[in-house]
């Protein structure tokens, strides 16, 4: 399809352990970010990556999450040392070049819990 | 600090009733979308609205931006059960680095 696909849609894991969060932004978009959602709650930012730029990072909650985005296109989010806080739905939307639109565009999202 | 306040976040209501949801703010924003998430999908965009004043009608949903640009409402005529799910307005501040400003939602409920 030519949405954004997120990988995989649902992790459990185990309280300590790593996970890495995959995201496959529609082709061509230049921005791409993260969000963590908790139950039937709005979206919490996480970063922001836009072309070439340094990535905005400013929402990252604690040293133990990570981004990269290799290529300009897929996306990595790593969470070390899970906690189970971290348990909730993270969001990766993509959104496509120029200033005519601020619209993005999300994936399903994956479901972390962390046990 | 929440910087786009979002009323009400629960709404649970019978089918065919009219509902209004609010996203108010002390900031301005260049542009402010309205976007609908089903449980299990991501947000998906069902407006944008970008002049003072403006009203842009999408069926029976009807949404409204505030003159000075710092708030927005959507009305729904006739509820239907379809229309349930979480409404999110989001807000963009003119000048920054093309973050939106979200609100926490408001959960509806229309029950048949």
């Known amino acids: 399809g030519a949405g954004v696909s997120q990988s995989p849609s649902n992790k459990v894991t185990e309280k300590g352990k790593d996970v890495e969060l995959r995201c496959d932004p529609i082709s061509g978009h230049t921005a791409l970010y993260w969000y963590r959602q908790s139950l039937g709650q709005g979206l919490e930012f996480l970063i922001y990556f836009q072309g070439n730029s340094a990535p905005d990072k400013s929402g990252l909650p604690s040293d133990r999450f990570s981004a990269e985005r290799t290529g300009g296109s897929v996306s990595t989010l790593t969470i070390q040392r899970t906690q189970q806080e971290d348990s909730a739905v993270y969001l990766c939307?993509?959104?496509?070049?120029?200033?005519?639109?601020?619209?993005?565009?999300f994936g399903p999202g994956t479901r972390l819990t962390v046990l | 600090t929440q910087l786009l306040e979002q009323s009400p976040q629960f709404l649970s209501i019978q089918e065919g009733e009219n509902l209004t949801v609010y996203c108010n703010s002390s900031s301005v924003f260049s542009s402010l979308q309205w976007y609908r998430q089903e449980p299990g999908e991501g947000p998906v965009l069902l407006v944008t609205v970008v002049t003072g004043g403006e009203v842009k009608k999408l069926k029976r949903l009807t949404f409204q931006f505030g003159d000075a640009r710092k708030d927005s409402s959507l009305h729904i005529t006739a509820a239907q059960p379809g229309d349930t799910g979480l409404y999110l307005c989001?807000?963009?501040?003119?000048?920054?680095?093309?973050?939106?400003?979200w609100g926490l939602g408001t959960s509806l409920a229309v029950n048949p």
């Open positions: 939307a993509s959104r496509p070049p120029g200033l005519a639109t601020d619209t993005q565009y």
């Open positions: 989001a807000g963009a501040l003119a000048g920054n680095n093309r973050k939106l400003i």
